[in-house]
Nanobody, 124 residues
């Protein structure tokens, strides 16, 4: 069964950068959309970025616009999230998702597949 597997998280100082990857064999060309979400314990899951199947339509949360870039590389079966100018409020567990669009053109339909997450911690 196809799985999504995130990597690239870690500890970084404020102002630094990280690049998250999601191994997405079985999803990269078959999904209407893919995306990244994040969650802090005790808080609701937060939308971060979404990309369409063709890679040409992207949407970002206002909090990350201009700092984060979502991309996909079909030849490598991979989804990416380049995160620059990181701030402590960007800390959390980042999840990769694939499947159908949900409300507001975010990739969070109830039937979508999710990875296990990767921890990002930004120190001040």
């Amino acid at each position: 069964q196809a799985q999504l597997a995130e990597s690239g998280g870690g500890l970084v100082q404020a102002g630094g950068s990280l690049r998250l990857s999601c191994a997405a064999a079985g999803y990269i060309t078959s999904s209407d959309c893919m995306g990244w979400f994040r969650q802090v314990p005790g808080k609701a899951r937060e939308r971060v970025a979404t990309i369409n199947n063709g890679g040409g339509v992207k949407q970002y949360a206002d909090s990350v616009k201009g700092r984060f870039t979502i991309s996909k590389q079909n030849s490598k079966n991979s989804l990416y999230l380049q995160m620059n100018s990181l701030q402590p409020e960007d800390s959390g567990i980042y999840y990769c998702v694939a499947g159908l669009y949900g409300v507001g053109y975010w990739c969070d339909h109830e039937t979508n597949s999710w990875g296990q997450g990767t921890q990002v911690t930004v120190s001040s």
